[in-house]
């Protein structure tokens, strides 16, 4: 098969992404600049400032910012400023945390590959077993037991069980560490290093991967069966049955390649979108990652960290969803380039 | 109809569904008549009914909790009469006549089956007549005796070694023995105990007190003056405020969870059914003008849709809802609104989608073009053709649409970032994993109930709906 790189498509998904991109950077300066100015009257630099900071007064520090960041300027001039630093990755220099935004972003993002990576993984893994062993039990009780907990699964609130797990296995049992400061150092209080702090982290993450895992599978799962369940009925499984090919080769070595296409094209959306749901799991396991950075500045009303978590999550969300594009055909070609 | 009603009842998952889906709509509306409580988040009176983390009365069947108490409030009774002054009851008050140094026992039979209370209370109204009198109130169990308190007129105190609280002669005496307000310069027994056990006395007497069996409460009464003393006691009461109570027990301030889970459940639901009929409203109209119009129109509201979509959803929400709360926008339309509109304006897109489609497929269907060409409008059209044939989506739209508001809301309340102030699930859900620690152990009456009406609540509307999309839908929609 030949393979060309289709340019118009490419183009046109990057377009696309990029008019995104614009569109959520302009809503950001929508909430974060037009509706305390003009709606609400307020002088977005009270955002930025701590209640004391080095001692200052607090319309001194307010004035500082004005100055520093531009915020005494025309709202169009505000306006370029804005996109220009959001594009170039410019966030300033957080007051509150003392410590430049992109310093603070860049150590919560990768605690959360640690937890939310593995357990995507095992989710897609239990989808396509499940699915499978639903899609050629098809109409059986088995399988209707199967489904049902896979239903289940879309309802059950993250959060209840993971608080349920953590104070039966974690408090009540003490089976395993109950955050990430207890699972790093050692009895003795030390730090732990090398091995140890490796097969620490692993000890704890060990429980939030599977639960989530547990919690994520379902709509993979469903989607794993219903194409399962259509390929076995199809022409190509009878014609093969007829060849005389055993059940478990056609199942295995024909219908799985089809059947599994839209959970691994299901797997990379939910890849896209596995940060921004990861605000219970940290701060029920207590683990700085973007969710729990995203929470902490909602609960303490720090709008300028807040703002860029959340520019830098929808980013991750779009570079995603963009390299899936391009991934998709490779995975199924039946896939059109437009 | 009557067609339509038999195929739904011949389905169990429906029906089952429904039953579930009834319990909860009346429990929720009949929330008022099945609690006396108005809102135990914040009005004080409504806690503090047990103890902290009483468990349900019913889990006393389980071994482990069968010794725990209930609140226990009794009229105390038939009393062995022990001294050598001269008594008489007439159906309301004692009457104890005492010469000079006679005295007077009056032992109440109480009889204790269970474990220790969280506090117990000794109350009667007692009204001396004479010169002097001391009154004496004391636990007995067996061989021990508890002197809780003694009370002698005012001018007498200071002949006393051991603590005594002041009597008013010719007055009444409104007599309360609490364990709470029990202490070393109060309580004679208080004053033996070991100093550490002093300070701490007003929690642990219960614990010290009271275990299984049968106990007398004596109201022993002395003449200590020098002329004949008359003294009236009324109404002998005993109360305990017991670690059992009530449907599910208590929460860490004593308050009925069963009075937060109806009250959550009416919250929930009414927050729901609004939110539902907002995403419900923006996803119909978007996807029928999309779907039926086509063109241009179709591109854009597909696309505005693909926005949103894209937009991570649980981060937008707390960053828009942060926003109005910094910047006071909250004040002007309130929490609960606010909560509405964001959630129902965030979570219109998979509705859009699906009508969008739905209605792409009947449009293209013959008798839409025969409409047409025997001259109907758009609206016509849509009204007596479109709908009619996606009625079934729409109706599954809304019970799929439930879950997603209540597992939203309950998400937000559990975080702290929605209601804080009203009892919902999800707050029960936030305040049971914030208060509860290894020490109290898994409080189960207060983190269970609420997680599993969620679920139970979600899947029978997700089979509902699924029922209602099959059963309404003309033409196979969702493609057997």
Known sequence: MRFSVPWRYLVKRIIERIILLIVIINFLFLIIYIIPIYVAHLNPAEFYVPLSYKGLSRSTEVEAIDREFGLNQPIFVQYIDYVKNMLTFHFGYSLIYDEPVSKIILQALPVDLIILVPSLILSTVFAIGLGLFSAVRFGRLSDSINTFFAILTYFIPGFWVLIIFLQIFGFQLGLFPTNIAQALISPSGAPLHGWAYIAGLIKFSIAPIIILALLAYGVRMALTRSYGVESMGSSYVTYLRAKGIPERSVVYKHVMRNAIIPAITRTGIDFAFVIAGSVFVEDIFGFYGMGELLYRSALTFNVQILGDAFYILSLYVIVVLLVLDFIYPLIDPRVKYE | ?480
């Open chain 2, 1 to 480: 109809m009557n067609r339509l009603v038999n195929q739904l009842l011949h389905r169990k998952a429906f029906l089952i569904s429904l039953v579930i889906l009834l319990f909860f709509i009346f429990i929720a509306s009949a929330a008022n008549y099945l609690t006396p409580y108005k809102d135990p988040y914040t009005i004080t009176s409504e806690q503090h009914l047990a103890a902290p983390y009483s468990i349900p009365i019913w889990a006393r069947i389980f071994p482990q909790y069968s010794k725990y108490p209930p609140n226990t409030n009794m009229d105390l009774k038939s009393p062995l009469i022990l001294g050598n002054g001269s008594e008489s009851f007439n159906g309301t008050a004692y009457t104890v006549e005492l010469k000079p140094s006679e005295y007077e026992n009056l032992s109440f039979p109480l009889s204790w089956n269970y474990q220790y209370p969280y506090s117990f209370s000794i109350s009667f109204i007692a009204i001396p007549h004479g010169q002097a009198a001391q009154i004496n109130v004391l636990l007995k169990q067996q061989n021990k005796t508890y002197f809780l308190e003694s009370f002698v007129p005012s001018a007498d105190q200071i002949l006393y070694t051991y603590p005594t609280c002041p009597l008013s002669m010719g007055k009444t005496n409104s007599i309360t023995i609490s364990s709470e307000s029990l202490s070393s310069s109060n309580s004679p027994y208080v004053s033996t105990l070991p100093g550490n056990e002093r300070y701490i006395a007003s929690a642990i007497l219960p614990q010290l007190i009271f275990k299984p069996g049968k106990y007398s409460v004596i109201i022993s009464i002395e003449n200590i003056g020098t002329s004949p003393l008359k003294v009236y006691i009324y109404q002998p009461k005993f109360s305990a405020v017991g670690r059992a109570y009530g449907i599910l027990g208590t929460d860490n301030n004593g308050a009925s969870v069963f009075a937060e889970f109806v009250l959550g459940a009416r919250f929930d639901l009414e927050i729901a059914a609004i939110a539902t009929l907002i995403i419900v409203g923006i996803g119909l109209i978007f996807g029928l003008v999309a779907g039926y119009v086509g063109g241009k129109v179709d591109l854009f509201l597909n696309a505005l849709t693909d926005f949103f979509l894209t937009i991570p959803g649980l981060p937008l929400l707390i960053t828009l809802e942060t926003i109005f709360v910094v910047s006071g926008l909250i004040l002007k339309i309130g929490i609960v609104p606010l909560l509405i509109a964001i959630i129902g304006g965030l979570s219109w897109m998979g509705t859009m989608k699906i009508i969008r489609s739905v209605t792409l497929s009947v449009r293209s269907r013959t008798f839409v073009e025969a409409s047409k060409a025997l001259g109907s409008g758009p609206f016509r059209i849509i009204r007596k053709h479109v709908l009619p044939n996606i009625l079934g989506v729409v109706f599954a739209q809304i019970a799929y649409d439930v879950p997603v508001v209540i597992l939203t809301e309950s998400g937000l309340d559990f975080l702290g970032l929605g209601i804080t102030k009203f009892p919902t699930w999800g707050n029960m859900l936030g305040y049971a994993s914030a208060y509860t620690s290894p020490a109290n152990g898994f409080v189960w009456w207060w983190v269970l109930p609420p997680g599993f009406a969620i679920i139970f609540l979600s899947v029978a509307l997700y089979f509902i709906g699924s029922t209602l999309q099959d059963v309404l839908s003309p033409y196979k929609v969702r493609g057997e």
